[in-house]
Every structure is written in structure tokens, then in C-alpha cells.
């Protein structure tokens, strides 16, 4: 029975972890589906959120909810500001050259947030009301951290659902995702639904930084889970929410699992070499659609 339950604990980890992968991967999809740009600057949003919510709630002494919240709605105003001011006027020009923008957008990130006084280059934590605390089923013993990441992912996963489903302003943002130039002539505002897309991709990340604060910490590099993150977008169809979500969780799983049952090493490989299987037998992921063109 013990190494049953070894491996429930390393498939809840890795849960944990995944869960943090597909809500960066939500952030990649979410921009990608609606102004078909590849944002590699969402793993330094979700790293700047996090910095946002440790002032708030470290160096403030906030409430944890009441920090994590204006954390979130700061880190959006952050993304929708990023939209207007350096996103839009380039839009239209090559893809290439948006999406050197967002690494440069992501250079910037890091290196600013090092010249913050209270913030720099030093590693921090972020205590929540479940850091390092168990939940024990019986003989099976859970972080509280790992279970909190799950259910709140599924809460934000349920959140978007409902918005994107039963909202007006969630319709007009699938509506702008299908056909741009159909919801402009509906008098849709293209472009205020951008950069609410980036605010809401934004948010996402840094509620991702917030749950993965008590396990990575907090420091400039943090941003880097979405080498990660990226992959997961891609194994689960790249412009797939739901895809997103799965192949999130599938590389979190792998990963824990790799990284306790196989050699040293294997942990940080063993993830790309599931999504080249994949994609050898199914080149759009799990959900992504089939496109055609006619030549």
C-alpha cells in the first residue's frame, strides 16, 4: 500500500504543478486565439504578479486575500496597459517582429523588477493560509498547498467558463476570436477587447505566480515556468482553452512522476519527449482543430 499511495502523492503534486503550467498556457491561448500573437512575455507577467502580490501581502501585511486580489486586478491594469501602449501600434507590422516584442517585453520585466527597491534580485516566499500544512486521508498525507492549487485552478477554469459563456462581453471576445473583422462590423470594439484579452491573460498568470509563490518562491527568473507552460499550450492544441488546461496537467503529471520513479535527469526531459509523441501522431495536440488551406 505504500507505494500506492507514493504515487497518488506524485500524481497530486504533479497536478499541483500542472495546474500552474495550463493557467500560464490559458494566458497563451487566451492572446493567441483572440489577435493571433504569441505573447512569450506571459511567464514575466505571471513573475511581476507575484512580485506585486508579495508586496502587498509581505511588505504591506494585507490581508492574504485582500493582497492576492488587488494583486490580480494591478497585474491586469499592468497587461491592459502593455496592449495600448506597446502592443497596438504595432500591430499589422510581420509576426516575427510582435513576437521579438514580447521577448524584449520580457527582458525588460526581469531587469526592472531587479532594480526595485524591497524587490531585486533576492528570493522571497509568499505564506498562505495553507503553507506548509497536510492534509492527512487516513495514511495518505497531502501538502495543503498542492490541493489549495488545484481547487483554485478549477475555480478559475469555472470562473472563465461562465464569462466567456454567459456574458455579453465574453460572447463579443469569442465573437473578436472567430472573425475580427465580422465583430468589428457588429459593432464590437476590436480593439477595447484586446486589451481586456491581455488584462485577463495577465490576471491568469498572476494568479499563477500567487499559488506557486509557497513552492518555487518568488524571484526574477520565476517567469521561466513558461518554457513549461509553452508546451503544455501546444500539446493540448494551441488555441484550445480546454486543450490548455489538459496538457497543462499531463506534463505536471509526467514531470513529478519522471522526476521520483526514473533516473536523475529524466525529470526535465521526460515531458518534451510525451509532447513529440503526440504530436508525431496528431501535429495539432489533443484538441487543437485541423486547419485546411487551399493553394
Known sequence: MDVFFQFVQQVVSGMAIGCVYALVALGF???YKATEVVNFAQGDLMMVGAFIAYTFIGILGLNFWLGAFLAVVCTAAFGYGLDRTVIRPIVGQPVFAIVMV?????FIARAVVSMIPG??????T???PF??????????ILSQDHLAIIVATMLICAVMFGFFRYTRLGVAMQATSQNQLAAYYMGIPVKNVFS????ISAATACAAGILL?????IHTNLGFI???AFPAAVLGGFGSIPGAVVGGLIIGVIESLAGFYLPEGFKDVAAYVVLLAVLVFKPEGLFGAVGRKKV
Open 29 to 31: 491561448v487566451l492572446i
Open 102 to 106: 514580447t521577448i524584449g517585453i520580457g
Open 119 to 124: 524587490w531585486g534580485v533576492d528570493t522571497y
Open 126 to 128: 509568499l505564506e498562505t
Open 131 to 140: 503553507y506548509q500544512k497536510t492534509a492527512e486521508l487516513g495514511t495518505l
Open 196 to 199: 481586456l484579452i491581455w488584462a
Open 213 to 217: 509563490a509557497p513552492i518555487a518562491f
Open 226 to 228: 513558461a518554457i513549461k
